[in-house]
């Protein structure tokens, strides 16, 4: 049975929570019915909501900007409402931004993972929302990689940026209307989900019935969003994440790679639900632009057991190994602010962990007490 998404349970019966406002919707690519529609669109034309605005996280509302390129505002062609950038000279809604709306909803299709700028851009929305004392509406929508597996740290606060809003782990297994519950119990606006209906926590998003559309133009695939929450890290260092190639974060390497050698290693640590293929490839743009590098193709072939995040914890230090004199963490996006690895990690203790060539299994063990912890957070906020 195909799930019902928040956005359709939320025309078919509760368009009365926005009758008499004035309403701004947050959205994406991605934000669509079963049957491919918009809901930009789906809401602009009914005739019970008065869609005044439209704002736009990272890649922007039709998806037409690469990763980190700055969006503008400005009209949207089809609709010919204004669009606010929540990706561009701001990444926080100004008072100027909400001064004509009494309310906003949020239709957005996120990656479950915590450095996902998705959840960066909802907070950000929440908080402005707060202080203006507008009500925010979340269609909810599934968790694309189930709801029930969480992995990862839970981020330090002195580490909090746009890639680590939340001590959140990096994977939470919960929908993006429960993810808001939860850090509205710090935030406090005046919110409310509308809830999913034949959605089940054990669900994949291919199990949903629902049409997979790419939120993030390198997020291309099921495949590449499971590997995401580990493969991100890869971020932080010199190698390239695949950016550029047909397989983003399913490709790792670089041109000083020996693939064979490096495939043939991380096989050999026998790792649940996942295997490593030799590859080779030339990016078209990011890291290694136009250089052939080589490196490994990850291979999910049990993702109910597979745990991205600790694969690559496995990955970067067989790296590091045998490429001491060529591995390197990224530096800082910013001059002066902290390196890319720690905001995606949410501390500095992958890194310290990994240059001092410590045991994976003891900084997997390090995470353990904070995920009870924050299972029982969770707790408090789930829907389903």
Known sequence: MTTRLGLETFLDSSTDLVAGKRVGL???????????????????????????????PEH???????????????????????????????????????????????????????????????????????????????????APINGEVIEGPVLDPAFRSFVGPAPLPVRYGMTIGELARLLNERVDCD????????????????????PFIPSSPNLPTLDAVTLYPGTCLIEGTNLSEGRGTTRPFEYIGAPWVEAESLAQGLNDLKLAGARFRPVYFVPTFGKYEGELCAGVHVYVTDRDRFRPVSAMLHALQALKRRYPADFAWRSPWVPGRRRPIDLLWGSDRLRRHIDADESVEELIKSWRAGLTQFLQLRARTMLY
């Open 191 to 210: 919110l409310q989900v509308i809830p999913m209906r034949n959605w089940t926590r054990a669900m994949w998003y291919d199990q949903s019935g629902l």
């Open 26 to 56: 947050v959205a994406c690519p991605s934000s669509v019915d079963r049957q491919l529609r918009s809901s930009i669109d789906r809401l602009h034309r009914h005739p019970a909501v008065n869609l005044v605005a439209l704002y736009g």
């Open 60 to 142: 922007g509302i039709r998806g037409d900007a690469q990763a980190g390129a700055k969006v503008a505002s400005g009209i949207d062609p089809l609709t010919k409402l204004p669009v606010h950038s929540l990706y561009g000279q701001t990444q926080k809604p100004s008072a100027d931004m909400l001064r004509d709306i009494d309310m906003i909803i949020i239709d957005l299709q996120e990656a479950g993972v915590r450095f996902y700028t998705f959840v960066a851009t909802m907070l950000h929305v929440m908080e402005a929302a707060a202080r203006a004392g507008i009500s925010v509406i979340i269609l909810d929508r599934p």
